[in-house]
């Protein structure tokens, strides 16, 4: 006499469920922290970033010093300072020529593959003096970090505002 098992068991069946209900509860937890661990990461580049393009926009004058004198295109690295939290007129002048240069200047900078935004503004009025960069987009959503810097332009005290982004 053959006894004939059973192909498919309610045991089967229910320790089955259970372990495919363990991986997607897995899986999306996986998700979750590996997106929260990236976002906290792009967080910590952007704002290593805007310290470096900070510093470099109000205590030095670049590489060379006299960059806005000459070649666009030969600068290692744009500075805006004559001095010390000292502001150059010429060079925040030539913010203006920059534009056009606009993912060559942001490399020099340093921003990688962020975006930059910077403001120079009069410390009591708030009127824009010389403005350089993108401006995150008022559609789209983006993540974004920023800094305010007091330095001196021409004797007047002026806040300078560097923002770097990204789109989402």
Not at 22 to 48: C, G, H, P, R
Not at 104 to 131: C, Q, R, W
């Amino acid at each position: 006499m053959h006894s004939k098992g059973q192909l498919i068991s309610t045991e089967l069946v229910i320790s089955s469920t259970i372990f495919v209900a363990a991986l997607i509860v897995l899986f999306f937890s996986w998700n979750m922290i590996s997106s929260s661990y990236f976002e906290e990461q792009t967080q910590k580049d952007m704002q290593t970033i805007l310290l470096g393009i900070s510093d470099m926009v109000v205590l030095s004058p670049g590489y060379p010093s006299n960059w806005e004198q000459g070649d666009i295109a030969e600068v290692n690295a744009f500075g805006f300072a004559s001095s010390r939290n000292v502001l150059s007129a010429s060079k925040l002048s030539a913010l203006a020529v920059l534009e056009g240069y606009y993912p060559s200047a942001k490399e020099k900078m340093g921003a990688g593959p962020f975006d930059v935004s910077i403001t120079v503004m009069d410390a009591n009025s708030g009127s824009i003096l010389y403005s350089f960069g993108r401006s995150p987009p008022q559609t789209a959503p983006f993540v974004s970090v920023s800094a305010e810097r007091l330095a001196l332009l021409e004797k007047n005290i002026v806040r300078v505002r560097v923002e770097v982004w990204k789109k989402k």
